[in-house]
């Protein structure tokens, strides 16, 4: 995975070439090159794969992020069962099988629950979509930022780069949680805007500096400088032979943009700040304002499920993200 | 020859990787008398590099010896703990490194770290004495004493491989592994340093390893030389009996493609064929498919060795008389 | 160094002018009129919102509201706060920034320091159950929800060991007949904390300037100096009871932070480490016969501190936010709890001067950051 599926000049990389048994080369048709291509990319990424698998961290993230996904899949399922929605409804549900709200963990209700009446596992499981789809929202426009801010200012150099280097060292500088708690005094963020923030001062940011000084050592490679000369346009070059070999390490940023952001909207939703009707962050400000948790263990299901899944998912995309550190970067790989 | 300083006995070590165990030295044997230079010269992955830091007992995680002797005055490195073995570094038996301008740690003066070894291995000297030697040795390679003061950043590629070697001599070590140490140098500077060394070595009467893949340097300051070819030591004799007269195939075309240090400059030796994988060497002779004398013999059994007068190689077909231009 | 230092000051100036001009874009970009909310807040009187349009020159065009705003920014004129009228926000913040730069400078260097020495046994130590566990639990810690943990601590060592008081700055009962302000006596150990730092650091420098094998004979003396002198000063002044409830008060949010944001620098240190493993001069510093404490601490280690000081940067922003997550929860009346506050009660000047404020002193963190790197890559420090 640390070398992209590299895109040879033609005619520089002799396992692209056919060989007729004299040592003279013959010409390959444009379908076996991308064939060849594909399968060099494919032992790439088998021999990455090989090295993820041998860090035990990454797999166990990688288990836990599908029991995840599991329970996002498992809410609307359940839903259109068992659960009818007066009661279990996460947001307008009340348990009136309940004497006393919270109510503790039971058998219908196996994680009790909230202040307010409200299922618990319920809430719980249907956060977990919003929280994916906040995760994907602020990594991909993170990644498609960072990657094309990183192509650009790596190809062009000069003051297109210094300007988007010092506008990313200004964003690093900046407490993103702090910006965004003043954003939320000015304006009504709601679980998009807030993924597409989050995406956007990640992408002018840190993954920017991390992508450009990648794309810059891809751009002074030999095929780069001979796609030039064969008259490449910039455009082409860009979007043909930089990006693709940016990719691998965009797919490791975006695993730590996840954390980020799910981490992010957690903190706003606790303080209050964010305009969303459920999440892991909510549950907690729910109760919290309701006066439940500073009463210890007592009420200790209106905060360990949600406090737990939202440490364990970023700890676990942070964890991930590592692991594929350590294929990308080979010089923190075992010898 | 006197009593040998150093003596290498069936040294083998293995390095292993993700795709197998990588011989990288297999059994390789060879004595240092005091005040001799032997030279080690093949191609780049022979396995020089490993028996260097073998013998200073410098191996990576995952690099193991598995089996041999390496007796510095009749002491067996190899058998130490890390305890002991580090009494016997640098005292006893020093390196210069083949990226010399990696070697020095670029946040200290370059004579603080010269100092650090000294006052390491002799407690009691004092911080002035030891700066008396940083000047004393700097003065020896031909830097200005007061460039001691300054940090490896400041220092040119020549500069700091004298400051190399300055370091390499800091405790009169009775042994110097010298690993490719100008290499990186372009050939004027090379030269000059070379001869440097050469002429410390003889002032000091040190035994010294010569390791490089340039066949020219060897001649140039081994007083013997040793040709590895894939973890083997295949050929070991006086300089100008191999030069003159090589019984291994394998040495005999690194000859034929002698480069002189004052013309044109190899980096590499280049042959037909590429070196063997060492997780799977071939069987029998290790260069059979690439030599042109191979028989049926040489694929199936290990070769003998062939001694003549302490000049000797493992080989079934060994050259009787070598033309310059037979071969090739 | 010179160069690299006017390079780097200057390039900080002009942050700081963009982030002062991100405010006032922000504002201006907000939904409804920023004069509403003088509208609707009954505790302002009429003249004084006056006033305020007046000093913010609400009633010219926008440029000339910008250029206003740019003036007052570098001038410090935020205005006056809604919500502690009649006090300005330069009084709030006066006021409150000492408080959060003592829980975050704090925190800060003791975290660095722990992670900094968990990272690098870490890498040292590859691949054993040292190295599982810290990771699992430094990546647990990192990702933690900051807001759950913070609760954690205070149920745990206020509610259950009654260690520590509940949170807040200081305990109202004991001040009632207290002979100075509770600012004064705050101030005052902010001075001695400062001029303890200096004393240590003078006493490592002289030390090092006497050279030799142990550069750092004179610190262990030094610091039993300070740690004897700064208690019987204070117990002597009267007030060492004053200073020691605001003491007691820190502790628990100061060790709240420092576990949330030691680990950044753990993991980073980790990998930095491997790095330089990998280096030739770390060989050669084994093959001169170095005990191997020596070749991990000299060598391998201070050259993995650069990597790790210039991604202080980061940290600091991390541990920024931390601090105002922290001081939240712990009701700690820094600049993190009056922004939170002035954000609920819609206090937009002090939101805005609270923001610059904080902009502010990430970018003198950054500068301390570099000057740190300066002083301690010599590539840099001779140029």
């Known amino acids: ?335 | 020859m006197t009593e040998p300083v150093l003596q290498v006995i069936d040294l083998s070590m293995h390095y292993t990787t993700r795709q197998g165990e990588v011989k990288a030295v297999d059994r390789v044997s060879f004595e240092l008398a005091k005040g001799e230079v032997i030279g080690l010269v093949g191609e780049s992955g022979c396995g020089k590099t490993s028996v260097a830091i073998s013998l200073m007992g410098l191996l990576p995680d995952n690099a193991r010896v598995v089996g041999g002797q390496v007796l510095l005055g009749g002491d067996d490195l190899l058998a130490m703990d890390e305890e002991q073995i580090r009494e016997y570094r640098w005292q006893r038996i020093s390196m210069v490194f083949q990226a010399a301008m990696n070697a020095l740690d670029p946040v200290y003066r370059v004579g603080d770290q010269i100092v650090e070894a000294i006052e390491t291995h002799d407690p009691n000297i004092s911080n002035a004495d030891a700066r008396d030697t940083v000047d004393r040795l700097f003065g020896l390679v031909g830097l200005d004493a007061r460039m001691a003061a300054r940090y490896p950043h400041e220092f040119s590629g020549g500069m700091r491989q004298r400051a190399v070697i300055a370091m390499a001599l800091a405790c009169q070590p009775d042994v110097m592994v010298a690993d490719e140490p100008t290499t990186a140098l372009d050939v004027i500077v090379q030269d000059r340093i070379l001869r440097q060394l050469k002429a410390i070595q003889r002032d000091l009467s040190m035994s010294m390893v010569y390791i490089t893949h340039d066949i020219a340097v060897v001649a140039e300051v081994s007083d013997r030389i040793g040709v590895m070819y894939a973890g083997r030591l295949v050929e070991l004799g006086d300089t100008s009996q191999v030069f003159n007269n090589p019984i291994h195939p394998y040495t005999a075309s690194l000859l034929s493609v002698f480069p002189s240090i004052h013309g044109e400059k190899h980096e590499l030796v280049t042959l037909g064929g590429d070196l063997p994988n060492l997780i799977d060497p071939p069987q029998g002779c290790r260069f059979h498919p690439r030599c042109p004398h191979a028989t049926d013999v040489c694929r199936r059994d290990e070769p003998p060795v062939v001694d003549r007068d302490g000049h000797w190689a493992a080989c079934w077909n060994p050259l009787q008389q070598w033309r310059a231009t037979s071969d090739q | 160094m010179a160069n690299y230092l006017a390079r780097r000051t200057g390039q900080i100036i002009l942050t700081l002018f963009l982030i002062v001009s991100v405010a006032f874009f922000l504002v201006q970009a907000q939904p409804g009129d920023y004069t509403a909310v003088f509208a609707q807040n009954p505790d302002l009187p009429p003249e004084v919102r006056a006033q305020v349009q007046a000093a913010f020159g609400l009633d010219k065009s926008l440029g000339e509201q910008y250029l206003v705003h740019i003036k007052n920014s570098f001038t410090g004129q935020f205005g006056v706060s809604f919500q502690h009228y009649p006090r300005t926000v330069m009084e709030v913040i006066t006021e409150r920034l000492p408080r959060t730069a003592m829980l975050f400078l704090t925190a800060t260097v003791i975290s660095f320091y722990v992670g900094f020495a968990l990272g690098k046994l870490m890498a040292w130590k590859r691949g054993g159950l040292f190295e599982y566990s810290a990771t699992v639990s430094g990546a647990v810690l990192f990702t933690m929800f900051t807001p759950w943990f913070a609760l954690m601590m205070i149920w745990i060592f206020s509610f259950q060991l009654g260690w520590f008081p509940l949170g807040k700055f200081l305990d109202p009962l004991l001040w009632r007949d207290a002979p100075v302000a509770a600012n004064k006596v705050f101030n005052d150990m902010l001075m001695t904390a400062a001029a303890f730092s200096v004393f240590v650091l003078l006493a490592v420098l002289a030390s090092r300037k006497a050279g030799g094998r142990r550069s750092r004979q004179w610190l262990l003396p030094a610091l039993v100096i300070g740690l004897v002198m700064v208690p019987v000063a204070w117990a002597m002044s009267g007030i060492g009871y004053l200073a020691l409830d605001i003491l007691k008060h820190m502790v628990l949010p100061i060790f709240t932070l420092t576990l949330i944001s030691f680990a950044g620098t753990m993991l980073l240190t980790r990998n930095s480490m491997l790095e330089v493993l990998r280096e030739d001069f770390v060989m050669a510093a084994r093959a001169k016969g170095l005990p191997e404490k020596v070749v991990r601490d000299k060598h391998a280690a201070r050259n993995a501190l650069l990597p790790v000081v210039t991604s202080l940067v980061y940290s600091l922003a991390f541990a920024i936010d931390g601090s105002v997550i922290i001081e939240g929860i712990f009701s700690w009346p820094g600049m993190g709890m009056t922004l939170l506050q002035a954000v609920r009660s819609e206090d937009l000047p002090l939101v805005m001067g609270a923001f610059v404020f904080i902009g502010i002193f990430a970018l003198v963190a950054h500068l301390i950051a570099d000057l740190l790197y300066a002083y301690l890559d010599p590539r840099i420090r001779y140029q």
């Not at chain 1, 040879?8 to 040592?23: F, H, I, Q, T, Y």
């Open chain 1, 1 to 335: 995975m640390s070398q992209a599926p590299e895109t040879p000049a033609p005619g520089r990389d002799s396992r692209l070439r056919g060989n007729d048994g004299e040592g003279g080369a013959v010409a390959l048709t444009p379908w076996q090159i991308r064939a060849a291509k594909l399968r060099l990319g494919l032992r790439g990424l088998r021999e990455g794969w090989a090295v993820f698998l041998e860090s035990r961290i990454g797999v166990l993230g990688l288990v836990v992020i599908v029991i995840f996904a599991l329970m996002a899949i498992s809410h609307p399922i359940l839903m259109a069962t068992i659960w009818d929605d007066a009661t279990y409804n996460p947001v307008t549900g009340y348990a009136f099988d309940e004497i006393e709200q919270p109510a503790p963990p039971s058998w219908r209700h196996p994680l009790g629950t909230d202040p307010l009446g409200r299922d618990i596992l319920s809430q719980l499981l249907s956060s977990t979509s919003s929280e994916f789809i906040l995760g994907l929202v602020a990594a991909t426009v993170t990644v498609s930022i960072a990657t094309t801010v990183g192509a650009v200012a790596a190809y062009y150099r000069g003051l297109v780069d210094t300007f988007f280097m010092r506008l990313a060292d200004l964003i690093v500088a900046l407490p993103g949680i702090s910006l965004l708690i003043v954003l939320s005094a000015l304006f009504e963020l709601n679980l998009f805007i807030l993924g597409v923030i989050i995406g956007v001062l990640g992408g002018f940011g840190g993954t920017a500096i991390v992508l450009k000084s990648q794309a810059l050592s891809v751009s002074v490679k030999p095929y780069i400088e001979a796609a030039r000369v064969a008259g490449g346009g910039r455009f082409h070059i860009i979007v043909v032979h930089i990006i693709p070999n940016l990719l691998p390490l965009s797919f490791l940023y975006m695993m730590f943009t996840v954390t980020g952001a799910i981490f992010s909207e957690a903190v706003l939703s606790f303080l209050g700040l964010l305009n969303i009707r459920m999440s892991w962050g909510i549950m907690i400000h729910t109760s919290n304002t309701a006066g439940y948790l500073t009463g210890g263990t007592t009420y200790w299901w209106l905060i360990v499920p949600a406090g737990a899944s939202i440490t364990l998912l970023c700890s676990t995309f942070y964890l991930v993200g590592r692991a594929l550190d350590e294929v990308a970067n080979p010089r923190l790989r075992r010898q």
